[in-house]
């Protein structure tokens, strides 16, 4: 359970790094789930492929490249639907579908791009460097200062835009702030988990903190416990049995999620079966009240 941590340096860089995955998911991804924004983030998590694929033709960092490509999609969200008034679900699909062709045309450019290729959509979790832990404590130092001064239009947001106006907060601002930390998100996890798997980081550990409970900060507490614990497990599963680490620690998150909901559901069926055995038992001392009454 500990000697791969122990004795491996390279496993506990990992294992620190998918924990600081874990703290910045928890904060952006209850966000997500609050808000209904897993098409988005989905899109956002595919979207910088582009970016990251044209910087490393450039000898660039994929980390600007990956921002260059979220905020081209963010914009492209924008102009979309407010120049031809379509949905947001339409026009976050077509700029999603475009900019995923794009990159996997930009890749098929070079046969040298398999092994870089393999590293974008799944990660380097077994290779992570301290620059890179340091990057990772940057972006949850400022996802989490942005999630706390923007608090309260948040949540605001997550529970009616009608309110959020009226409570003096705009709408479309506090919308482009939340989408923008949805992508700082992808463009600080994707070196990590990749970008098939950040948004499984952040729905899944999101999700299990909204099923346990129903105060924002709570939910975040728990979805971080949540994605840690699923970094430990799956790591674990990743070395014992020689897997893939980032699909193993997303899976694991998603084993948590079902743990959870499935030990809910039967908590709801065994609450409803006290209930109804105790009005049952009321319903049978009744007669025996009215019949004294009677008497």
Known sequence: MLQPFLNNEFMRHALYAGVLVSL??????????????????????????????????????????????????????????RKLRLSGDTSVGLLFVGMLALGVMITSRSKSFTGDL?????????????????????????????????????????????????????????????????????????????????????IAPSATGALISRRLFTMMVVAAISGSAATYIGLLISYHADLAAGASIVLSAVVIFVVVAAGREVRAALNRRHRNGQDNGQEDELPHQHAHVHI
């Not at 897993?38 to 450039?58: E, K, Q, W, Y």
């Not at 832990?133 to 999630?147: K, M, N, R, S």
Request: some cysteine.
């Open 24 to 81: 910045i998911c928890a904060v952006a991804g209850t966000f997500v789930v609050l808000r209904g924004l897993a098409f988005v983030g989905d899109a956002l998590a595919h979207g910088v492929l582009p970016g990251i694929a044209t910087a490393l033709l450039l000898g660039v960092s994929g980390v600007i490249g990956a921002a260059a490509g979220a905020a081209v999609m963010m914009m492209g969200v924008n102009l979309v639907t």
């Open 118 to 202: 393999t590293r974008i959509l799944f990660g380097e979790l077994l290779g992570v460097r301290w620059s890179q832990l340091a990057w990772q404590a940057a972006a949850f130092v400022f996802v989490g200062a942005v999630a706390w001064v923007c608090r309260r239009p948040f949540l605001l947001l997550c529970v009616d835009e009608g309110l959020t106006e009226s409570s003096g907060f705009s709408v479309k601002r506090y919308h482009a702030i939340m989408l923008g930390l949805v992508a700082v998100t992808v463009v600080a996890s994707f070196q990590i988990v990749g970008t098939l798997l950040v948004l499984g980081m952040l």
